[in-house]
């Protein structure tokens, strides 16, 4: 699954999540599936270097368990209601999105 750090700064927290390649495919498989929720669900989640508990599975701990939802939609649903396109990427990222039909920039 999915796996989330969270590192508290002096100004900001920082949320870094790691997906494997099985997952991104896993989400991108969704995005197409008829009636798919389109989300993956975890609990492996770490706060400034500490794991948190799984959600449910925990008495009294020291951090709050946290939950990572993660959603995909389609490229039209998530810009549609944005006043401006999104930015640009890499040449090479664009051309790949491109040819596996998402929103590009050249395409939109």
Known sequence: MAR???TTGDRERQ???TLSRRNLLALLHKLDTPGSARTI???DSWEDGVPTPWPGKADEPALPPT???LRCEDDFEHYAARPQPPGEMRADTETFVRTHGGWSRTNG
Do not use: A, D, Q
Request: aromatic share 8%; no cysteine; glycine share 8%.
């Open 15 to 17: 949320i870094e999540v």
């Open 4 to 6: 989330v750090h969270v």
């Open 41 to 43: 669900f975890n609990g």
């Open 67 to 69: 939950l990572l939802i």
